[in-house]
């Protein structure tokens, strides 16, 4: 009987460090992820609004952030390359219809927005439109 109380107290040993390990060091796996997905107000400065004029360079429509690049001209002529980040795709095609053919290389936008905190030439965008401040807005 005695060798039976051994062998439960074994398998309870062995029980309770499985436990352990699934509700403790199980989760730390997934930390990476949780702490990839970001607040919006993380990169972006939401209490300044800035906007930007030029060509699109390039056009991502894809996880986790669409994103458009801009090539635009300073007031002394210098170029630059902005980035500006907006929703995700599944958001833009639910809630406004895109289809991801909406912004091509080529074409002169007018983005506001919010500045990058980190002082990059990135902007977190709250509206784009074609060609100027008047344009027609597409988003």
Do not use: C
């Not at 029980?15 to 699934?22: H, P």
């Not at 170029?79 to 907006?86: D, H, L, P, R, T």
């Not at 002082?119 to 074609?130: D, E, P, T, Y």
Request: net charge negative.
């Amino acid at each position: 009987m005695i060798i039976w109380f051994k062998i439960l107290d074994m398998y309870r040993e062995i029980i309770i460090k499985k436990t352990y390990l699934f509700l403790f060091i199980l989760p730390l796996l997934f930390l990476p992820n949780a702490y990839s997905h970001h607040s919006f107000a993380a990169h972006f400065d939401t209490s300044t609004t800035i906007s930007i004029e030029g060509v699109v360079t390039e056009f991502w429509f894809q996880n986790p952030h669409a994103r458009v690049y801009l090539e635009v001209t300073l007031g002394d002529g210098e170029k630059e390359i902005w980035m500006s980040e907006g929703a995700g795709p599944n958001v833009l095609i639910r809630n406004r219809g895109w289809s991801g053919d909406e912004v091509n290389p080529g074409m002169k936008l007018y983005i506001e927005g919010n500045p990058a905190r980190d002082g990059s030439n990135s902007i977190g965008w709250r509206s784009i439109r074609l060609d100027s401040s008047q344009g027609e807005l597409i988003f």
